[in-house]
């Protein structure tokens, strides 16, 4: 098989193949062995019919049977032997059959090949966590603004659930805490990706971000939908869904790749998890400065 790969632009790739004669004729077999069997021709039993009637009565459709069967076969195989990383169904066109010879032409989509350096030992910033008394009494008193005949006291914190009101306050300290934490967590894994993605050049295609586009502007309508937002109406909403959500979509399609391609470089194959496996690598390789 000849393949001829040209670059079209930092996302596109054309792919000129050629099917050689003996795998088109071996097709060719395996079609008219299939048709020969299921065909039903007036004056012939099923599979008995002789190959030149077969091709009188079945010939156009022999042909298209055996395109449709080779071109995914030599497509496949050369992308593989060329090593294209494809996101895309590829555009075909320029399909011949001549002479037992098939050729056609391929575009696909591919990955962008994605500078990037210096993405460990980034530098973050962070702050200690505590939680201060008046935070405590602060939500204490919304507790009290609810059961406004109340007062304070172990009674009160007892018909919460709780043998004292310092058991109380400890309680909310813990939640408190894991709120902050929690938010310092996102933090700074936004300042992260953030500094990151500032050093990474590439141009993200196109075809992901629409793939993307479409699954947020679906889910967005679901959520509307949860919502009882009438039908029409989510409908109405959808152009503006799509300008909405365009920038997001650009930017999660472009953290995915390039945190993919950080993965590929640290051996992270953890395929399930493999974005916040590699979040979790890139922390743990951080420069953590507290403030």
């Not at 055996?66 to 066109?93: C, F, H, N, Q, T």
């Not at 989510?234 to 300008?243: G, P, T």
């Not at 051996?267 to 420069?287: G, K, M, P, V």
């Amino acid at each position: 098989m000849k393949v001829e790969a040209k670059k079209l632009d930092a996302s596109k790739v054309q792919l000129d193949i050629e099917v050689p004669q003996e795998t088109v004729k071996k097709k060719f077999e395996e079609v008219y062995e299939k048709v020969g069997k299921e065909a039903r021709i007036p004056g012939f039993r099923p599979g008995k019919a002789p190959r030149d009637i077969l091709e009188k009565h079945h010939g156009r459709l022999i042909q298209d049977e055996v395109i449709k069967g080779l071109i995914p076969e030599a497509y496949r195989g050369s992308i593989e032997r060329e090593k294209i990383d494809v996101v895309e169904m590829p555009e075909i066109s320029q399909v011949k059959l001549e002479s037992h010879i098939l050729s056609f032409r391929a575009v696909v989509e591919v990955k962008p090949q994605i500078e990037i350096k210096d993405y460990k030992n980034i530098k973050l910033k962070y702050k200690k966590i505590a939680v201060g008394p008046q935070e405590i009494d602060k939500s204490l008193d919304s507790f009290k603004e609810s059961h406004k005949i109340s007062a304070l006291d172990d009674k009160f914190a007892k018909g919460l659930g709780y043998a004292a009101l310092a058991d109380m306050r400890a309680s909310i300290e813990r939640r408190l805490l894991t709120q902050k934490e929690d938010e310092l967590r996102r933090q700074l894994q936004e300042d992260l990706l953030k500094q990151i993605l500032d050093k990474a050049r590439f141009r993200v295609p196109p075809s992901l971000i629409a793939q993307r586009l479409e699954e947020l502007v679906k889910d967005a309508k679901v959520q509307l939908a949860i919502r009882q937002v009438p039908r029409e109406q989510i409908a109405s909403h959808d152009e503006k869904l799509r300008k909405e959500l365009s920038p997001e979509a650009e930017s999660q399609v472009k953290t995915f790749l390039v945190l993919e391609e950080i993965a590929k470089r640290e051996n992270i194959t953890d395929a399930e998890h493999l974005t916040q496996r590699t979040i979790e690598f890139l922390l743990s390789e951080a420069n953590w400065v507290e403030e």
